[in-house]
């Protein structure tokens, strides 16, 4: 009886609908992210468990490779940019001291050129003192004095002067009153320098300073003393 109890009713409900379990959940329990609004979702299939990365056993360094290629990097990059400043601080002094010494060779080679001129200087210079400097020969003497000079000549050695005895050569000395201190009086041969370098030493006669005569000295005035003076008119 029970069997054919149960085929009635089944004849009288019809075939039965699948069951389907919607999750409405907002959350998602397996990632635990909000859901996008949207039809309930139905049960999502499990997903693979996370793989679970063993940590570094005893004695492993936790230091990534990539970490240390990096500060050898930065070592050597270091270096090669202190090698490259060395070499550049060595390169700008030799430029400077090749500068240097073709300047010093340019004007050792001008001085040695103007040195071998200073007869002819000396000779227009008595041409003047004498009169004879005149006409186009003063004009081509002018010229060469001016030219001289722009390269750099300088003469020096004049009355009046006080004496130097790096630039002067005294070959005359006297005393006078006149004077605070050595003085250069007479000029025999004019010295030249070009820039720093003193070509000729000029010849030059020097006086010193002479304090004034004592009161009575004998040759004040030309007087004899007064006593001698006396003797003989008695004589």
């Known amino acids: ?24 959940r907002r959350v998602d329990p397996q990632t635990g ?7 309930a979702h139905a049960a999502p299939e499990p997903e693979e468990a996370p793989v679970e990365h063993a940590g570094p056993s005893l004695g492993d360094t936790i230091m990534d490779d990539a970490v240390s290629v990096v500060s050898d990097v930065e070592k050597e ?3 090669r940019t202190a090698d490259l400043q060395r070499l550049q601080a060595e390169y700008a002094n030799y430029r400077k001291r090749v500068e240097r010494d073709r300047e010093a060779v340019v004007i050792g080679a001008k001085a040695t050129v103007v ?4 007869p002819l200087l000396d000779d227009l210079e008595r041409a003047e ?3 004879d400097l005149t006409g ?4 081509v003497g002018d010229k060469l004095i001016s030219g001289l000079q722009r390269a750099g000549l300088e003469s020096f050695g004049s009355e009046g002067e ?8 005294a070959v005359q000395h006297s005393t006078s009153p006149d004077v605070a201190g050595p003085t250069v009086t007479v000029v025999m041969r004019r010295g030249y320098r070009f820039g720093d370098r003193v070509l000729r ?10 304090p004034g005569a004592a009161p009575g000295d004998p040759s004040v005035g030309g007087e004899l003393p007064l006593g001698g003076g006396v003797d003989e008119q008695q004589q």
């Open 1 to 24: 009886m029970t069997h054919s109890y149960d085929e009635s009713e089944n004849q009288g409900r019809g075939p039965e609908e699948p069951v389907v379990v919607r999750d409405r």
């Open 33 to 39: 992210q909000v859901r996008p609004p949207g039809p």
């Open 77 to 79: 990059l270091s270096e």
């Open 115 to 118: 040195n071998d001129l200073l």
């Open 129 to 131: 003192q004498h009169g």
């Open 136 to 139: 186009a020969f003063k004009a």
């Open 162 to 169: 006080p004496f130097d005895p790096s630039v002067h050569e």
């Open 201 to 210: 030493a000029a010849l030059v006669g020097v006086t010193d300073h002479e």
